[in-house]
């Protein structure tokens, strides 16, 4: 089986901007995961989907967005783009969600200018 | 707020020398909890969980942990590490029945001398 899949792997963008980042679950997965790293935060949960409906947010701020598609496929967004998004995103998937396995995409490294 | 800690955040070890990651949590209600490893340029990638039952799980590559309620601890152990386990570790905890989320530990970033 194919693993998860993110794009793009790499991104940059200046501040204002917005972007969209994709995320292909393993075949067959419904619960769909968003979670930003930095050095300095961590790993932290954005949201989570199943079945194209939102279960779970973490707290980010509005600027921060995702959806599911029926496909099972998830983007997420983030309108103006400010320096300290600059993160690498990760999309984790499951067959249904936690707390089975989760597994993880290489992620999208985002840096804003 | 729920919160992960993981203690040590860099760990030197000698191949053959004994690994213990510490991990506490303080949520008072029922977890689910995970120990996943970052290899260098790879993806995060579940080492071991438990969810219920036996509170010494055994997880791939030789690791184990020890789910101590009394203490909010997930400790991780490897009785003899190799080059190879060089990477950081993340302890994680998911409110069970609740959330469809994952609060993560900081990380510990394990570093192996051959």
């Known amino acids: 089986k194919a693993g998860v899949t993110q794009t793009p792997r790499y991104l940059i963008k200046t501040r204002g901007q917005q972007v969209t980042l994709s995320c292909s679950p393993i075949s067959g997965h419904r619960s769909v995961s968003w979670y930003q790293q930095t050095p300095g935060q961590g790993l932290q949960f954005l949201f989570e989907y199943f079945s194209e409906t939102q279960r779970n947010k973490g707290n980010f701020p509005g600027r921060f967005s995702g959806r599911q598609f029926s496909n099972s496929r998830s983007e997420m967004n983030v309108s103006t783009l400010e320096l300290g998004d600059s993160a690498l995103y990760l999309c984790?998937?499951?067959?249904?969600?936690?707390?089975?396995?989760?597994?993880f995409g290489p992620g999208t490294r985002l840096l804003v200018l | 707020a729920q919160s992960v800690s993981q203690h040590n955040h860099h760990v030197i070890l000698s191949e053959a020398a004994s690994l213990e990651l510490g991990c506490n949590y303080s949520?008072?209600?029922?977890?689910?909890l995970f120990w996943y490893v970052q290899y260098p340029g790879q993806h995060l990638q579940l080492l071991l969980k438990y969810f219920s039952g036996d509170p010494l799980v055994k997880g791939i590559k030789g690791f184990e942990a020890e789910f101590i309620k009394s203490k909010f601890s997930f400790n991780l152990r490897k009785p003899s590490v190799q080059w190879s386990d060089t990477a950081e570790y993340f302890c994680?905890?998911?409110?069970?029945?609740?959330?469809?989320?994952?609060?993560f530990g900081s990380g510990t970033r394990l570093l192996v001398r051959p």
């Open positions: 994680a905890v998911n409110e069970a029945d609740s959330s469809y989320k994952l609060i």
């Open positions: 984790a998937s499951s067959s249904t969600g936690l707390p089975e396995t989760q597994y």
């Open positions: 949520y008072g209600g029922t977890v689910n």
